[in-house]
């Protein structure tokens, strides 16, 4: 299985971007799907995830209200829509499905990750 992240660029304070992830080889739905980043010089954080069934959707603190995971399983993508973004958002963007059916906040709970995509945003 593969994914491939596409959406991410340079953008000012305040602006959105969507990202999108691509699944190749088995159903997006097939899993609980996440979303990841890394900053420089920080430990991947969780910032979003979406059970198997889209029953169950959860957020970090830092980006609710802001952003929003979604899928579009016939087309087999899963996106994340970022408003409203803040120079510490800037980050490499990676999705990842989960080994079970739930999306943790547990990174060591996903087998399949993306390669990523960069997110700059400049104040």
């Known amino acids: 299985e593969q994914l491939v992240e596409s959406g991410g660029g340079l953008v000012q304070a305040g602006g959105s971007l969507t990202l999108s992830c691509v699944a190749f080889g088995r159903a997006i739905s097939s899993n609980g799907l996440g979303w990841f980043r890394q900053a420089p010089g920080k430990e991947r954080e969780f910032v979003a995830g979406?059970?198997?069934?889209?029953?169950?959707?959860n957020y970090a603190d830092s980006v609710k209200g802001r952003f929003t995971i979604s899928r579009d399983s016939p087309q087999n993508t899963a996106y994340l829509q970022m408003t409203g973004l803040k120079p510490e958002d800037t980050a490499v963007y990676y999705c990842?499905?989960?080994?079970?059916?739930?999306?943790?906040?547990?990174?060591?709970?996903?087998?399949?990750w993306g390669q990523g995509t960069q997110v700059t945003v400049s104040s």
């Open positions: 990842a499905k989960s080994r079970g059916l739930a999306a943790t906040p547990d990174s060591t709970e996903y087998n399949y």
């Open positions: 979406m059970a198997w069934n889209g029953g169950f959707i």
